[in-house]
C-alpha cells in the first residue's frame, strides 16, 4: 500500500493562532482526500473532506493540490479545543473502500 | 443513540487465548471495517465487508477472522492472541464505498499479557 505521509509534530500553538498541517500521498491514482480529527484514547472522526477547489468550513480551510501529490489543512484562530491529533487521509481507487491513513499530526493549543 | 457500537471497550487477556470483540451499526449502511491502531498510533486497514461480503483482506495472520452474521454487524475473532495483537481495533461502517463518509466505533483497547 502507497504511503500518506505527515510531519508528527507536535504543534504548540497559542490560543488564536493559525496554524497549517502538510499531507503528502504517493499514489497520483488517489481519488478522496479527507482530514481526520482522533482526540486521546477516542475514534477518528471527519474533520472534512478536501476537493480540488479547496474548501473552507468555518476556521478551517483544506487544500488539494494533485500535481503536488500535495494537501493541507489551515486552522485559524485555533482553539483550545482544536488540540487533537490530525489525520491526512487518502482513498485509493485500488484499494476497495478502505481509507489509507497518515500518522498525524500532533496539535496543541496552550491559553 | 450509538451509531457504530463496539464491545468489550476494554479486553485484557492471555496471550494463547482466543477472543472476539463485536460490532454492530445503526445506520443502515452497507459497508463495514475493521482497523487496527498500534502503539505507534498508525492506523491501518484489516478487512472490509459490504453485505456481508468480504472485500478487502490485509495481509492479516489467519488468526484473525471476520465473520458479517448481517450487513449491520461485523464481529472479529482472534485465535492464539500473541503479545503483538495488543492495540486499538476500531470498527467502522459506510453506505458504500467511493468517497462515502466512515463513522468509526469508540475502539476496543485489546491488551495481551
Known amino acids: 500500500r502507497k504511503e500518506v505521509e505527515q510531519d508528527p509534530g507536535p504543534f504548540n500553538v497559542p490560543e488564536g493562532a493559525t496554524v497549517a498541517f502538510n499531507c503528502t500521498y504517493s499514489?497520483?491514482?488517489?481519488?478522496?482526500f479527507f482530514w481526520y480529527r482522533q482526540d486521546c484514547r477516542k475514534e477518528p472522526k471527519l474533520l472534512m473532506s478536501?476537493?480540488?477547489s479547496g474548501n473552507e468550513d468555518g476556521r478551517f480551510t483544506a487544500q488539494l493540490n494533485r500535481a503536488s501529490q500535495y494537501i493541507s489543512l489551515l486552522i485559524r484562530d485555533s482553539k483550545l479545543s482544536d488540540s487533537a491529533t490530525y489525520l491526512c487521509?487518502?482513498?485509493?481507487?485500488?484499494?476497495?473502500?478502505?481509507?489509507?491513513f497518515g500518522k498525524g499530526t500532533s496539535l496543541l493549543v496552550t491559553p | 443513540d450509538t451509531a457504530v457500537s463496539q464491545t468489550p471497550k476494554y479486553l485484557v487477556t492471555q496471550m494463547g487465548n482466543d477472543k472476539s470483540i463485536k460490532c454492530e451499526q445503526n445506520?443502515?449502511?452497507?459497508?463495514m471495517y475493521w482497523y487496527k491502531q498500534d502503539s505507534k498510533k498508525f492506523l491501518k486497514i484489516m478487512f472490509s465487508?459490504?453485505?456481508?461480503?468480504?472485500?478487502i483482506n490485509e495481509t492479516v495472520p489467519n488468526r484473525f477472522s471476520p465473520k458479517s452474521p448481517d450487513k449491520a454487524h461485523l464481529n472479529l475473532h482472534i485465535n492464539s492472541l500473541e503479545l503483538g495483537d495488543s492495540a486499538v481495533y476500531f470498527c467502522?461502517?459506510?453506505?458504500?464505498?467511493?468517497?462515502?463518509?466512515?463513522?468509526f466505533g469508540p475502539g476496543t483497547r485489546l491488551t495481551v499479557l
Open positions: 478536501v476537493y480540488s
Open positions: 467502522a461502517s459506510s453506505l458504500g464505498g467511493g468517497g462515502d463518509t466512515q463513522y
Open positions: 445506520l443502515g449502511h452497507d459497508t
Open positions: 499514489n497520483s491514482a488517489s481519488q478522496s
Open positions: 487521509v487518502v482513498k485509493d481507487s485500488n484499494s476497495g473502500y478502505a481509507l489509507n
Open positions: 465487508y459490504n453485505n456481508k461480503e468480504l472485500i
